[in-house]
């Protein structure tokens, strides 16, 4: 129930096994081949072995496996198939998947169809962006009704340009006509950046017009290439891009008609996916003329089936336990109702394989927190039923599997606090009986409200972080125990539960019984002088006392610990009062039909943002008292994940 | 009755409470520069981008809760306001003061941490839930505000 124990084996075998070898261990999915070159540097192995590869043979699988894989995406993205709320593996038999349903020939013609398919849409995609821009560049001009091509006649010279925003354009044409006098001008169109014109003059005047053209800030505009008028322009770029979305449409049809095809395609996939993977580890491989050498780890449940393939194949092989400066490879393992928890884990970071998998240990605050954060126990049956529908519906795996089961056990949580506080979507019930019925029905909390009693929650959320971080600090002195350092564990941990324990006592304790604070007050100053004589026990010289004394000072940091689980109570007490306004808010439109219409509609609206508000918060600061508070106090973090040599691919998994 | 007196008081206290609004807005807006920027470049992290503008958008919600409760006990909703002393409106105004004022800068620090947030999301689109929680962080600040806003008032008496 925690962290998995690895074995690291070393195997010698026969080249003429190896095929055989390496398919069984595929097939049996929980050993990890570990990159071998680095032994090459060492002369005794560069002597005698090299690393067995072939390079050109994984780079022709590969780029066959991402051209089915990019059919495969082409077709999902085009095809007519619903997509699902989440993804899921299909299920194939496993004796399905040895033969390919069609000929490599025949899937390479189909992923080739398909390809060519998107080509086509692509070069389509191109032609229509080039149009858009056209469009873009030429309709300011769609005033201006001169042909495009037109520069002038014998004696007249027209040209185009634009000035910047804000020109003062009487003054302008005011100073044209004063110096020019036969010259006409005329402004367009404008838009937030330019203003768009046109002048006529006589053809030896034209360098001067250009020139007070130019001080105004004119830059001239050509149409090279263009024929007729904006108008008729702008007409045949809609004709030809109706045509061409017409061409698209088309094409996507196609595709979606090839739909059919996706299923030999996946398979096909699957099948350079595998020989990919069997071709790639072979770079683990160090091999000689006759033998080759693997190394690898082995989770130590595995051990005696990894030795049977091994015997089988007349390898000879050893087990170890790893060295110590080894990096071990971290698998998890916890009992089925914690799993969903490790998302929690694996998101902030694997522990290390030295460290402590905490998983078992918090699933129960981690849930508990969610409740009292989200505590309406309205929400609580949405989120619980919800997630139930999805695990029962899709066939999930991995993270997502995990993070939905995580939200069913905290909505289950969230009903459970719910009910203790009182809360049903706030208080729907005492709300719509007194608008609608008349009456006054109110849900009793099982426990208390916390409006009624906010003090008594704000104790209950910061006793359960004192337990949190006191499980915490354990956790820390066990694996300091688990060392050898059983000095450390008392001096970094038992000091502090004496002082925290004493502190708590002494200031809170009289409320229980007259002799507590006394107590509570010895202890803290035993904890304290234990910690102020050995806080800088591994310093030299000054800093024994310095040590010492910043130690004491951290009695700051657990402070503000502790003090962060009022977080409980003020998150707790936000969704109560949110719904509490949707419901009031819900009934400012009085009884009677059209009142119960805007209710209803209110009552929707307002809880469903509620909830998702409340438990995107839920969850956020559940993790994050996880993160800083608990993980703070012990988690050695920086495991590699697991990553056996194996069968998993991401469209198909195998059944026997 | 004078200028001021103790309901003026208590609907300010309410009033400044709803300015935590200021810092969600500026907040929300920060992260949906950034977030606009993202999806510029990948259309699919729409849904994830949503998640991180979102979280600036608490503190406005905070303080039309203190608002809102403040309102509440003073019966502005219900249509008679209680006739309030000096002293009892002033600790309205006290009530709606720490989420009033934490709510504004907590939620533009918050967005400038979601906006930070959104670049990581970018790029490591697996790393999301730690932008999250760094962007949570700020918020923590905010939560005791509203704690503080909610036990002032819970101790009012009329």
Known sequence: MSIVNMQRVAVIGLDTEKEKLMNQLMDFGAV???????????????????????????ISLEAKANRAEQALEVIDRYGDIKHPLFRTRRAVKKSQMDKLIEGEEKNEKNVDYILGLNDRIHSINEKINKLIQDEAFLSPWVNYDLPLETEGTETTAVFTGVLPVGTDTEKLNARLEEEIERVLFKVVGSDKDLIYTAALTPKERQEDVLAILKQFGFSQTAFKGYTQTVGENLKRIAGEKDVLEKQKEETAAEIAAAAGMKGGIEQYWYILTIMRKKEKIRTKLLKTRKTFFIEGWVPEKCVPKASAILEENGCYYTFRDPLEDEEVPVLLH?????????????????????????????????????GMMLSDAGYGILMAVGCFIVLKKFNLEGMTYKMIKLFFYCGISTIIWGALFGGWFGDIVAV???????????????????????MKLLILSLALGIVHIFIGMGIKAYMQIKEGKWLDAVCDEGFWYITILGLIAWLGGGTVSTALPKVGMYMSIIGAAGLLLTGGRHNKGFGKITGGLSNIYSITSYMSDILSYARLLALGLATGVIAQVVNTMGTLFGGGFGGLIALVLIFILGHALNLAINALGAFIHSSRLQYVEFFGKFYLDGGEPFDPFRRKTKYIKLED | MSLIDGNTLALLGAAIAALAGIGSAMGVGIAGQAAAGVVAEDPKKFGKTIILQALPGTQGIYGLIIAFLIMVK???????????????????????????????????AQGKAAAAALQLTAKRPDQMVKGIIYTAMVETYAIFALLVSVLIWLRIQL
Request: charge should be negative; charged fraction near 20%; aromatic fraction near 14%.
């Open chain 1, 432 to 454: 719509f009986s007194r608008t609608f019925l008349g009456k006054e029905v109110v849900l009793q909390p099982i426990w208390f409200n916390p409006l009624d009693d906010p």
């Open chain 2, 74 to 108: 003073i019966g502005l909703l219900g249509g008679n306001m209680i006739e309030l002393t000096i002293p009892q409106g002033a600790y309205f105004l006290a009530a709606g003061l720490p989420i009033g004022l934490v709510g504004i800068w907590s939620g533009i």
């Open chain 1, 334 to 370: 916890n009992s089925s109702a914690v799993v969903p928890f490790e998302a929690v884990t694996e998101m902030y970071s694997l522990p290390d394989y030295r460290g402590f998998d905490p998983t078992s240990i918090f699933a129960l605050f981690y849930a508990v927190f969610f």
């Open chain 1, 32 to 58: 990890e081949l570990t990159d071998q070159s680095e032994k090459l540097s060492e002369e005794i192995w560069a002597q005698t072995a090299s690393v067995d590869e072939d390079r050109e043979k994984v």
